[in-house]
């Protein structure tokens, strides 16, 4: 691409970044929580419509995507689980096709007093960083992609190649989201995901499991406690063994490429817990929200398989879950990792737009935690190019996203697409005139 063309493309992000910041506002004000998008994604949809493209929406259905071999299992009702895809056909189909895909749901924000900058769906502009749940992870991302094409249309370009934009949901949870898009048929030559990467390239990440233990006792009086088994307590020694056993993932590493040189890839979370029913009965219940991570290349069911048999191996002599064994069951991610192999074409695009966008060199690291980009690279054999902002508390309290790093990575995007597509004037008549 000639350096007037990137000068030009380059202006009408910035030209269109005041539009753009004020859109991300927009998307934060939704508080997307998993099962509470659908405003949100309508949102999303008008303004994709509003541009010309053909716009679908449609609900995740399980009965189609339940035999994938990258379907999570799950047990919340899909109705309000709608993903958005937006297309753009080109006139001529000259150039390489793209899916530009993100995620609308968002993490709890936990206590609201906990956040100092601002009410968590209330948008703060600081300095050069944007407050809000969401923010970074990633509806900036959202609207990096929108724009960055709208950045073409301003100058009178458009791709000449198909385009999708996905607009997915149940990422932080199950990716089940991107693989009903998968399923609905949308493939193309590579994929783009703006997940909040501080302006690198996801080499590799890990794959991710939920599950949940559920510890039951044997309620009693708090003064006959010794005659009754307290679930909540015998949960400590549930947690204490699978931190054994996270040790021992970790240990493996070294057999992973990518995976050697990181200090602890394999994190294991207790996310959430519930139990008991009153202070002065023993508790008769408890029940774990747990994750844990695992290689790329690791079979969700094989260190499933290993969970189940580590507890049953460790706890067979416990005074009392030894007679009543936890009960596990798998609600949740069940995704596999991936990896990115070096060298293909989408990434030399993008090393080649980050240089012109940033004017610094792309690097690319590993992530130890799930990532969309597993349902394209693995199942549908396309590079995905997962690349974004510069965040702060992405999952924690005052997330913030840096204003100027996203009008980089929109520049980077916009000249990837100009590249990676080419590209073809809107208006035929004008490109004679
Ligand atoms: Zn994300």
Redesign the pocket.
Known sequence: MNETLTQKILAAVEYGFEEQIAFTEDLIRFASLRGAEKPAQAFVHKALEKRGYAVETFAIDIDKIHDHPGFSPVTVDYSDAVNVVATHEPREQKGRTLILNG?MDVVPEGPHEMWEASPPFEPRRVGDWLYGRGGG??KAGIAANIFALDALARIGLQPAARVHVQSVVE??CTGNGALACLIEGYTADAAIIP??EDEKLVRANCGVLWFEVHVSGHPVHVREAGTGANAIEASFRVIDSLKRMTEDWNAEKANYPYFADLDHPINFNVGKIEGGDWASTVAAWCKLHCRIAIFPGDDPKTRADQIEAHLARELADDPFLGNRPPEITWNGFFARGYVLEEGSDAEKGLTDAHRRATSSELESFVTPGYLDARVFVIYAGMPCLVYGPITENIHGFDERVSLSSILRVTGAIALFIADWCGVEPIDPEAAHG
């Open positions: 995620h992870d990633m990422e932080e997940e909040p």
